[in-house]
């Protein structure tokens, strides 16, 4: 299963970057963060490897995050014709996915956020899950972008929300 999922930020490209980019700001908008670790490497950078815990509802899920691609690797001064290119692997139980965001100037004061995600499933059950599912998969990732505008845009924090 492939999709690709979009927003606007109201916000210069390179403080978005900054902004998705600290470990200190993941609980703040992505909704249902219980862990985010890395077990090898820095935070962040490419090679970087980090167990996440997610809670969904009355689960949780346990998956481990791969950073295959950043770049630029400098979030400071970045040329206004570059895309910036933050790309991982997350592989859970019956699950491996990969999602590639890009960050492009829209405009001088403002962002255009393109997260294009792919997911294999395994077992009888993911399969089943990713087969009948798909539209709940696109609308969860399209939710964290909208969590993360909100955040940048307004501080508004995930945690403080009632869903």
Known sequence: MKYTVSIEIDLPRERVAQLLA???????????LVLHEPLSGVHGQVGTT????????????ECTETITRRE????????????????????????????????????????????????RFSGLLMRLIGLLTPAAFRKQSQQHMQD???FAEQGKDVREAKR
């Open 22 to 32: 600290d470990p200190e700001h993941l609980p703040k908008w992505l909704h249902g």
């Open 148 to 150: 993360f505008k909100a």
């Open 50 to 61: 980090s167990r996440v815990i997610m809670q969904m509802g009355q689960q949780k899920i």
């Open 72 to 119: 630029p690797v400098d979030l400071q001064g970045i040329p206004s014709e570059s895309v910036v290119h933050f790309d991982r692997e997350i592989v859970g139980k019956g699950m491996w996915s990969a999602v590639r965001d890009r960050l492009i100037q829209a405009g001088p004061e403002t962002t255009l956020w393109e997260s294009e995600s792919e997911y």
